[in-house]
């Protein structure tokens, strides 16, 4: 069964980046949000095997975002998109809780290879 992914970005033309992505490679894509609000939101309704969540968002950014949904489910995956140069950030997405990150461009191979550590690591 192909893993769910939740992707989260206020970027459309990101959102749809990853979203060819993951279906080229077998992913089901169970929905999106375009900031961190939409995404507690669609995470509880949704609830999808995996979260790509983008840092920089209106409304709520990814870092609170990401807090939140592992209040709601401990066992939450949740990889972080950054930019380059947003080390800062990352550092904190990771300590709030996120399995892991991948760096805008993104580059389709190293995607795949992080979501699927995540979801190694946490079966």
């Known amino acids: 069964m192909a893993a769910r992914v ?23 894509i169970a929905g999106e949000a375009a900031n ?6 669609k995470f509880c309704d949704l609830k999808p095997d995996l979260i790509t969540m ?3 968002m209106p409304f709520k950014n990814g870092i609170q975002a990401t807090r939140d949904i592992l209040k709601e489910d401990p066992n939450a995956i949740i990889v972080i998109c950054s930019a380059l140069g947003q080390e800062s950030l990352v550092t904190e997405a990771i300590e709030a809780g996120a399995s892991d990150f991948i ?8 995607v795949i290879q992080v979501v699927n550590k995540s979801l190694a690591n946490r079966s």
């Open 103 to 110: 760096v805008k461009p993104f580059q389709a191979e190293n």
């Open 6 to 28: 939740l992707i989260v970005d206020d970027a459309v033309f990101m959102r749809n980046t990853i979203k060819e992505i993951f279906t080229s490679n077998g992913f089901e």
């Open 36 to 41: 961190g609000v939409e995404a507690i939101e």
């Open 54 to 56: 983008d840092i920089v």
